[in-house]
């Protein structure tokens, strides 16, 4: 059986004040090394609260439990019974196991592309010739030394891309990684993700999609998100995935 990437049991998220909250309701969820999974929904389901829980941005301690488990075997807990993880154990684990795309990209301007790339390996200290390889993939080569405010959204989309896979990380996390791109580089960019983790450079992918359609033909297993209201507020929940 394939290792256990993430495990998630009873675990809930809010935001929010308590008169207008919201609640992201994280019944049981599974991801395995070799899996990936794209998590589809209405806007304004929690889509993207989601993947920043997963990043170990946001927490959950009043409930459940939370494991991610890197491709060497170190599992990190993050939190467990109302116990969660001291903070800096959470950063240095984001840091050298998770890749992030956010929708906004999150590229800084006032670096080149290349550098806006080869800024996470630095940190992390890995591999920097996999920055041009990556950007190659991605069609964006010819652009390294071009500056970020000079790019169009799509472009900039791409290097955000190349950017949260430049570690090689053993869980990678997008949110909308196609949604500033043309149908053509839309395909292409699902295309690397779903070779990034064929080729085990990436273990495990969860992504964001609203193009459900294109996701399942990519090798993605479709995973939704439900609305719910309640008294308490609004909020959604996350059809159970376990993988026996």
């Known amino acids: 059986m394939s290792q256990a990437v993430v495990t998630i049991r009873d675990s809930r998220v809010e935001v929010g004040r308590a008169e207008e909250s919201f609640v992201l309701e994280i019944p049981a969820f599974d991801l395995l090394a070799g899996e990936r999974v794209a998590i589809v929904g209405p806007s304004g389901s929690g889509k993207s609260l989601f993947v920043e829980f997963l990043a170990l941005i946001r927490s959950s301690p009043k409930n459940g439990y939370f494991a991610i488990c890197s491709r060497a075997g170190r599992m990190m807990i993050a939190h467990q019974g109302g116990i969660e993880a001291e903070e800096d154990e959470l950063l240095e684990f984001r840091r050298g196991e998770i890749g992030l795309l956010l929708q906004n990209g999150g590229v800084l301007r006032s670096l080149s592309a290349i550098e806006n790339v ?37 472009q900039r989309q791409r290097i955000a891309l ?17 949604s500033a791109l043309d149908p053509t580089n839309a395909r292409m960019t699902l295309q690397v993700l ?25 090798g993605f297993d479709v995973v939704r998100i439900d609305p719910l209201v309640n008294e308490a507020g609004s909020g959604s929940r996350i059809r159970p995935r376990v993988v026996q």
């Open 118 to 154: 080869r800024l996470p390996a630095r940190i992390s200290r890995t591999d920097l010739s996999y920055a041009s390889q990556l950007m190659e993939a991605l069609d964006v080569g010819e652009l390294a030394n071009r500056h970020i405010g000079s790019l169009s959204g799509g």
């Open 162 to 178: 190349a950017r949260a896979m430049v570690t090689k990380p053993t869980l990678l996390l997008a949110d909308e990684p196609t």
């Open 194 to 218: 779903s070779e990034a983790v064929l080729h085990k450079l990436v273990y495990a992918m969860v992504i964001v999609t609203h193009d459900e359609a294109l996701a399942s033909a990519y």
